[in-house]
């Protein structure tokens, strides 16, 4: 009986050590946070380029080895001409569609905004709230809050100039980055698996399968899903004569990418248009958007994703919260592939150790 109090004194000290191990350590960290916070941000700067090439590759690099299946040769010459052509097709695009939406952006912010804040402003002065000191300390409140975030956001614009540098070069280096991880796609793979140790090669090469099985697939059907529900939705709009069809659509297909929460962000533009514009009437609006996901999720995902990630809802939330701080924008929209990734190479490990395992009661 004093042995057994003994070994659980024993564990409670350990617990007890381990606890205070890892708050020490929690304090030590926090008294880094500028240097951390720097490593962290050269970090992202450097991984942010080579994550999106590397999850482009997945898009581009099926058409690179049927061409090459169909005898067409050498391959920076395939990869030349397929970045004329999807070069091209943006080009078009952006000529056909940006004109509009730069429009439609430039009326909103100098036409309609300023209507809508005039209206709102001589509703409230049409209101009698002399009398209510508690309503009137309310508004002016209010009024001091905006004058406050206004100044905040107009600082956050100036101080975020380095973090739009960084995305210069990030929409400069990715398609070189690209060019290379697509026409050097082969000496990568083999560099990389005489890299791995000799008694791990094998598995390198089933890993590296699954992945292209796996992601590829998740990535090109995303993709194909974006384009698809952002065209949806701006017909949507435009049959139900909503002002700025195009850059609302635009929105939904750009926030489709986000799990969960791009729905959301999707559905927070037009909705707060037609609540403060008029016109169209809010709940016509809030149902499109219902029906657009009822369309994404029951229709356009089992169509042209085969296969499925099948990531709980709390991973996918904690992915992004997770990849999103490390790398920002480009960690939340491949945050449900990154974690994909892991959840492969998990299963992979976990059904390695099965296998062997197997084998050892059969011996």
Do not use: C
């Not at 080895?65 to 005898?71: C, I, L, P, V, W």
């Not at 730069?102 to 409230?124: G, M, Y």
Request: aromatic letters at 12%; a positive charge.
């Amino acid at each position: 009986m004093m042995q057994l109090s003994d070994q659980k004194l024993n564990r409670i000290i350990k617990i007890l050590l381990v606890i205070l191990l890892a708050l020490a350590s929690i304090y030590i960290f926090s008294q880094f946070t500028g240097f951390i916070n720097a490593i962290r941000n050269a970090v992202s700067a450097v991984l942010t380029p080579f994550v999106l090439a590397f999850f482009i590759n997945f898009l581009i690099f099926p058409v690179v080895r049927f061409a090459e299946d169909k005898g067409v040769r050498p391959r920076w010459l395939i990869v030349g001409i397929i970045y004329l052509i999807i070069f091209g097709l943006l080009a078009i695009f952006i000529y056909w569609v940006g004109p509009k939406v730069v429009t439609e952006l430039k009326d909103l912010f100098t036409d309609k905004i300023p209507k809508i804040v005039d209206n709102i402003t001589k509703r409230i002065s049409g209101l009698d709230f002399e009398n209510s000191p508690t309503i009137m300390n309310i508004i002016d409140k209010t009024q001091s809050g905006i004058e406050s975030y206004l100044i905040i956001a107009v600082t956050a614009i100036t101080t975020s100039i380095p973090g739009i540098i960084d995305w210069i070069f990030t929409i400069v280096l990715t398609p070189i980055i690209l060019f290379y991880f697509l026409k050097d796609h082969s000496e990568i793979g083999e560099g990389i698996y005489k890299a791995v140790p000799a008694k791990l090669q094998h598995h390198f090469i089933e890993l590296v399968k699954k992945v292209n099985d796996t992601l590829g697939l998740y990535i090109r059907g995303q993709v194909i899903i974006m384009f698809g529900i952002g065209t949806i939705a701006t017909l949507g709009y435009t049959l139900i004569k909503l002002d700025y069809a195009i850059l609302f659509g635009v929105i939904v297909g750009l926030t489709n990418i986000i799990p969960y929460i791009g729905a959301t962000i999707a559905a927070i533009f037009p909705v707060g248009y037609s609540l403060l514009a008029g016109g169209v009437e809010w709940y016509y609006v809030m149902s499109l958007n219902i029906a657009f996901q009822f369309v994404e999720g029951n229709i356009l995902q089992p169509v042209i994703m085969s296969k499925q990630l099948d990531l709980h809802p709390l991973i996918i939330i904690a992915s992004i919260l997770g990849f999103g701080s490390l790398l920002g924008v480009v960690g939340i929209i491949f945050a449900v592939p990154l974690a994909g990734f892991i959840k492969v190479l998990i299963l992979y490990i976990k059904e390695v150790r099965e296998k062997k395992v197997k084998e050892g009661y059969e011996v």
